[in-house]
């Protein structure tokens, strides 16, 4: 009995410092502000937006810290003739509660504001580029659907989903 609680014990902690393998799926819920910022990634005036996010979901409770550039609001694809501004660049690290991260780039955004209503939703896509710890050499794809509700001037409250597919190579270690 003792000699299999030691088995069972040793075997826990050699599998908590591998890196979890094969596809992980993502599947959260999310909600946190951004805000204006004066900070400008490629010099043509407009100015990126910093977020943080919390999320729940599968594969875990995270937070997730964002800067992102985006196109000024013209007239374009949007539904019912809104005002749509598409990704310049954007990039996300999300950290795990065991510290383990994800790192995400954007690779397609639109955001979209309906005259009517005032409402704005957004959509993006993009590539897993790599991870730490349970995700050491991670790559995939995800994709976001939100939506954003401006508070005053400057804060930009936000919900939504992530979805996604991780790709974590065998071997890793935390």
């Not at 501004?85 to 690779?107: G, K, P, R």
Request: proline share 5%; glycine share 14%; with cysteine.
């Amino acid at each position: 009995m003792k000699l299999q609680l030691l088995i069972a014990i040793c075997a826990t902690l050699t599998v908590s410092g591998v890196a979890q393998s094969g596809a992980v799926n993502i599947d959260q819920t999310f909600s946190g502000v951004g805000h204006a910022s004066h900070v400008d990634t490629n010099g043509d005036g407009s100015y990126a937006t910093p977020f943080s996010f919390e999320t729940r979901g599968s594969p875990g409770r995270s937070t997730i810290l964002s800067m992102g550039e985006f196109t000024p609001f013209v007239p374009g694809d949007c539904p019912g003739g809104g005002l749509t501004s598409h990704v310049v660049q954007q990039s996300f690290a999300q950290t795990f509660s065991d510290l383990s991260m994800l790192y995400y780039v954007t690779t397609a955004a639109r955001t979209c504001v309906d005259p009517a209503s005032s409402e704005i939703t957004c959509e993006l896509e993009g590539i897993i580029t790599g991870g730490s710890g349970r995700f050491e050499g991670a790559t995939g794809t995800w994709n976001v659907a939100c939506e954003i509700f401006l508070v005053g001037q400057t804060v930009r409250a936000t919900t939504g989903t992530l979805k996604g597919t991780v790709n974590v190579p065998p071997g890793g270690r935390d």
